[in-house]
């Protein structure tokens, strides 16, 4: 069974603060994908990491793809109270039929 | 519709009665997927439909879930004899992706709101 451990499993930070989320599992992914999931809402993916290595950048967020693809980070610059959610990160495998979904980082930030 | 579509948004039932999940895909998806997602927890697959058939089932819990999709579009997730575990967010997702393919642009899952089941 894959898993998919992230960490922390929350964290309350002030608006301006910057934070990191892990991503991290034995297996190794053929792609790993990043989502925010708003109360009431389902997921709505932020970004697709498939190289090893690979950085990719979405305004304040960077996600990064681990050399081995069994791991990924999001780092948020100067956080704002808009990004309070809870972020998932996802590992596909194959041809992607199934997402494999990480336990889920719920991030909270305040004025 | 122009995302996807789940009803009911919120369900209560007692226990060991069935209830039916539907979802609406966004037209024109041919993948869609159930997850179960229970308080505090990460979204737990269930099963993945490619067009009308089932390939990936192994995520159902147990033989009192089962979901069917007919005509390609609107699937059914069906629990029967309910328990109180079985309450959590059931969520419905979709993707473009075509049978023998792989594109990563036509693999992205989108989500519906979801259900939520409280099981008394």
């Known amino acids: 069974t894959q898993l998919l451990e992230q960490s922390p499993q929350f964290l309350s930070i002030q608006e301006g603060e910057n934070l990191t989320v892990y991503c991290n599992s034995s297996s190794v992914f053929s792609s790993l994908q990043w989502y925010r999931q708003e109360p009431g809402e389902g997921p709505v993916l932020l970004v697709t990491v498939v190289t090893g290595g690979e950085v990719k950048k979405l305004k304040r967020l960077t996600f990064q793809f681990g050399d081995a693809r069994k791991d990924s980070s999001l780092h948020i610059t100067a956080a704002q109270t808009g990004d309070t959610g809870l972020y998932l990160c996802?590992?596909?495998?194959?041809?992607?039929?199934?997402?494999?979904f990480g336990t889920g980082t719920r991030l909270q930030v305040t004025l | 519709g122009a995302g996807v579509s789940q009803s009911p948004s919120n369900k209560v039932t007692e226990k060991g009665k069935d209830v039916e999940l539907r979802c609406d895909p966004i037209?024109?998806?041919?993948?869609l997927y159930w997850y179960r997602q229970s308080l505090g927890q990460g979204l737990e697959f269930l099963i993945y439909?490619?067009?009308?058939?089932?390939?990936?089932k192994s995520g159902l819990p147990s033989d009192r879930f089962s979901a069917e999709r007919t005509g390609g579009s609107v699937s059914t997730l069906t629990i029967q004899r309910t328990q109180q575990e079985d309450s959590a967010v059931y969520l419905c997702?979709?993707?473009?992706?075509?049978?023998?393919?792989?594109?990563?642009?036509?693999?992205?899952?989108?989500f519906g709101a979801g259900t939520r089941l409280s099981v008394l």
């Open positions: 997702a979709s993707s473009l992706r075509l049978a023998g393919g792989f594109s990563l642009a036509k693999n992205i899952q989108y």
């Open positions: 996802a590992g596909a495998s194959g041809t992607a039929s199934k997402l494999t």
């Open positions: 439909f490619q067009g009308n058939s089932a390939p990936d």
């Open positions: 037209s024109g998806h041919t993948a």
